[in-house]
């Protein structure tokens, strides 16, 4: 058979198997042992290098380009790089993200000179396998190279686990096997799907069958069926955005999405209700997902502690589809793969309850069964209307709030603006006060699992160079405290020329989050400014940054806002493109109060009082 890669070195090897797979941008930091692989990803042409200040943050950059693109690589150099890179992979193996992992290692003479003498060299260790051995628990795959003869099979098996997994993988190569001749390759990669058995079609049909007994055990006052679905991250990470539009049409079914599947779908799509988050969901939306409907099919939701917000566990009236199998109540489906269960469940439910059998007007049923029209909630959409119309140009100079702000955005994104812009919100009081904006499919990015600070503003990166999102501007909300972790990533959006407007939500140099989670009632006192020590923050002027970062052909701008009128003057000049405003990043101090926080934590700070 005829070679795909003539003439391979293991450089080559490698650096044409991420080009195959699509990958057009590699982020990380350099050192002598990644130099002579850097040198041969640039004649190769097809992947371009991605400098980055920190490891993390190429962490973070790969980490949000495999979300949108489907799979990322990072490459730093051995120890002292792999180990900060190490956090990143983390949360990529958590939140099944598939990431490369590039490590370049000592040369093979210098393992044998500590092995013979007991000489250590830069970056070396006592413990040979210190690097393979901690990444081996946050990867689906781990090898060394040594042998160049055997390089290509070890990268091969690395990356189809990485697109089979769909979870990071890693590559520890040494520095004098880069430009060491190995065999080319004959075959594309390809993901290896688990096998579909008879036994696995007999799991699925049973699992279906159960989840149509739990509806006909659930029904509504009037005796209809008043299911609702629950779509999460999985159907994000195996790309059953499709899927859930035509099962959602074809059935009429509601349904909500968690926070770590926002926009995983148009947002304005009919069935479409909302984000749940538990308690700190909008009260419309958790009145539908808990009070109107009688039961609950997670399909592709994760029962985390951010996508359940204060709930402790799911209910027997629950069916949650993840994680390679089905629970129904308390019966358990092992091994049901859920890009089957989706069109499996599709076809049931319409035979069953017929086309568009599952759609409901539960307002009309809200008035019968619990009060006059007043008295029932309103409609999502309604309620996203009202954001968008209330949130417009304010009529009083009134100081900014986390809602106000989220409400303005909202209203903006959705009536002034003709850009696409991709949302990625930090974690804390950021994800939350943005998971009500209404957004189109693939318009929000977040780490909703693994929740590491800082981390949207490396993530904006790989967000805007990724392929499908490249003519999308990158839109950051981050907490004070998280930007302090992560602010040298604004030089990579300055050096790359990336539009991105990263909103610094600053209330007071102050860890509001942590605040919130171990004492919500300083909350509940204005008053009083008896706020835990140590999550007071060094006061920074973050909007200065941008002066740090830009250059003569390398434009940044920062502009500092804490009042209604200074937002819509930041909007409408970010609505027009000719405004010089646009031509780089732009970093945004929001000033807001201390004891502000969004009206989603409320729950908490009542349960403090209560």
């Given amino acids: 058979m005829t070679a795909i890669f003539p003439e391979c070195t293991v450089a080559r090897y490698l650096a044409r198997r991420l080009a195959e797979l699509g990958i057009t941008h590699l982020f990380g930091v350099p050192g002598n042992h990644l130099g002579p692989f850097l040198t041969t990803l640039r004649d190769e042409g097809d992947v371009d290098w991605v400098g980055t200040p920190t490891e993390g943050g190429a962490g973070q950059a790969a980490d949000a380009y495999a979300r949108v693109h489907g799979i990322g690589a990072a490459a730093v150099t051995y120890s002292v790089g792999a180990f900060n890179l ?6 990529a193996y958590v939140e099944h993200i598939p990431l490369v992992a590039i490590n370049a290692c000592p040369p093979y003479e210098q393992w044998q000179n500590y092995r013979a003498l007991g000489m250590l060299t830069s970056h070396m260790s006592p413990r040979r396998e210190s690097n393979l051995d901690v990444y081996r628990q946050v990867t689906v795959e781990a090898q060394v190279i040594s042998n160049p003869g055997l390089a290509p099979g070890q990268i091969d098996a690395a990356l189809t686990a990485c697109l089979s997994e769909r979870r990071p993988v890693y590559l520890e190569v040494m520095e004098d096997l880069w430009d060491e001749p190995c065999a080319a390759a004959e075959q594309p990669l390809v993901r290896r799907e688990r096998p579909f058995s008879t036994r696995n079609q007999t799991m699925l049909d049973s699992a279906v069958d159960a989840v149509l007994t739990l509806i006909d055990e659930h ?11 629950w779509a999460g991250e999985e159907i994000d990470r195996f790309r059953l955005g499709d899927q859930l539009t035509d099962l959602t049409d074809a059935t009429g079914v509601p349904f909500c999405t968690t926070v770590g599947a926002k926009a995983v779908v148009d947002e304005d799509l009919r069935q479409f209700h909302g984000v749940y988050n538990g308690d700190a969901s909008h009260p419309d939306v958790h009145w539908i997902f808990k009070d109107w409907a009688t039961c609950r099919i997670g399909l592709g939701a994760w029962s985390t502690s951010k996508n359940l917000g204060g709930d402790q566990c799911v209910g027997t009236d629950w069916v949650m589809a993840a994680q390679g199998g089905v629970s129904v109540g308390t019966r358990y489906f092992p091994d049901v793969q859920l890009e089957r269960l989706l069109p499996a469940l599709q076809d049931a439910l319409v035979k069953r309850f017929g086309s568009g059998g599952l759609a409901a007007d539960y307002y009309a049923e809200a008035h019968a069964h619990h009060g006059a029209p007043g008295d029932r ?5 309604n309620h996203r209307a009202t954001l968008r119309t209330s949130g417009s140009r304010s009529r009083h100079d009134e100081r900014l709030t986390y809602d106000g702000v989220f409400d303005r955005i909202n209203h903006f994104l959705g009536q002034e603006t003709q850009a696409d812009w991709t949302v990625v919100s930090d974690a804390a009081f950021s994800l939350i006060g943005s998971m009500n904006l209404s957004l189109p499919a693939g318009g929000f990015l977040s780490q909703i699992s693994w929740l590491s600070i800082g981390w949207s503003v490396g993530a904006a990166t790989g967000a805007a160079l990724a392929p499908e999102r490249e003519h999308a501007r990158p ?4 907490g004070d405290g998280a930007f302090q972790e992560t602010c040298q990533e604004i030089s990579t959006h300055t050096r790359l020329g990336l539009r991105s ?5 600053d209330n007071g140099h102050f860890y509001g989050i942590e605040q919130m989670l171990v004492h919500p009632s300083y909350y509940a006192d204005d008053a009083t400014d008896d706020a835990d020590f140590y999550n007071v923050l060094h006061p920074w002027r973050y909007d200065r940054l941008a002066e740090v970062f830009s250059g003569k052909k390398t434009p940044a701008n920062g502009i500092s806002i804490a009042h209604t009128s200074e937002l819509d003057a930041l909007l409408a000049r970010l609505a027009d493109p000719t405004d010089p405003l646009n031509a780089g990043p732009l970093l945004v101090r929001v000033r807001l109060h201390r004891h502000d926080y969004p009206r989603a934590m409320a729950y908490k700070v009542q349960q403090k009082r209560g």
């Avoid at 407007?501 to 939500?505: A, I, N, P, T």
């Fill in 219 to 229: 029904p509504g006052p009037d005796g209809r069926p008043r299911p609702i679905v």
């Fill in 475 to 478: 839109m950051v909300f981050v």
């Fill in 501 to 505: 407007v990263v909103f610094v939500m």
């Fill in 86 to 91: 190490l956090g990143a992979c983390g949360g």
């Fill in 377 to 381: 909630p309103a409609s999502l959409r």
